[in-house]
């Protein structure tokens, strides 16, 4: 069964760069799958942030795209999100998920990683 | 302000039926098949309903999912309070090119 874990910094500083990597065990990156990170902001929804196929494409949020990427590092069995210019409005809880048939599906998630912008 | 739509808060007494709806447009839930996920606070994420309403095996068969036109629902039969929740709908839109979620209902067992 995969496994996901969200880790990076829990505090970054306003216009700095948001840096997550989500850890899989389990399932081999290379073998397939879709990747993507979603987001909650505190007291509020979830919020998909963008996935990516093994191969490398992908799709992200339009209100997003300007600032985010995300990739793949099959060695490490590990793929990131970078998003960059960041606000307060970026406070929340990230997730990592991946499923093995769509990119608008996520059968399996990580705990989440709370990660704090300050005002 | 979400693209789906779902309402706030829904509630129900155990072992009664609830149901939830969700609401989009031809450009999401209207051509595209619609997910459904349960949220608990401090938890990831459970898949419930895929493909408007096929369930994994591991979701009991007290939860179903329908869609018809532009709008989806899921219904809860025999509630448990372990179904409170988060419920949150989501679909692919092809406008957006991206998913999209609906803002959440939050069930309360009584």
């Known amino acids: 069964q995969v496994q996901l874990q969200e880790s990076g910094p829990g505090l970054v500083k306003p216009s700095e760069t948001l840096s997550l990597t989500c850890g899989v065990s389990?399932?081999?990156?290379?073998?397939?799958?879709?990747w993507g990170w979603i987001r909650q902001p505190p007291g509020k929804g979830l919020e998909w942030i963008g996935t990516?196929?093994?191969?490398?494409?992908?799709y992200y949020n339009p209100s997003l795209k300007s600032r985010v990427t995300i990739s793949v590092d099959m060695p490490k069995n590990q793929f990131s999100l970078k998003l960059t210019s960041v606000t307060a409005a970026d406070t929340a809880v990230y997730y990592c998920?991946?499923?093995?048939?769509?990119?608008?599906?996520?059968?399996?998630w990580g705990q989440g990683t709370l990660v704090t912008v300050p005002s | 302000q979400s693209v789906l739509t779902q309402p706030p808060s829904a509630s129900g007494t155990p072992g009664q039926r609830v149901t939830i709806s969700c609401s989009g447009s031809?450009?999401?839930?209207?051509?595209?098949?619609v997910t459904w996920y349960q949220h608990l606070p401090g938890t990831a994420p459970k898949l419930l309903i895929y493909?408007?309403?096929q369930r994994p095996s591991r979701v009991p068969d007290r939860f179903s999912g329908s869609k018809s036109g532009t709008s989806a629902s899921l219904a809860i039969s025999g509630l448990q309070s372990e179904d409170e929740a988060d419920y949150y709908c989501?679909?692919?839109?092809?406008?957006?090119?991206?998913?999209?979620f609906g803002g959440g209902t939050k069930l309360t067992v009584l």
């Open positions: 990516i196929y093994h191969s490398g494409s992908t």
């Open positions: 493909n408007n309403d």
């Open positions: 989501t679909a692919w839109d092809d406008s957006l090119n991206g998913v999209v």
């Open positions: 998920a991946t499923d093995s048939h769509s990119w608008e599906r996520f059968d399996y």
């Open positions: 031809s450009s999401n839930i209207g051509s595209k098949t």
């Open positions: 389990g399932y081999s990156i290379s073998s397939g799958n879709y």
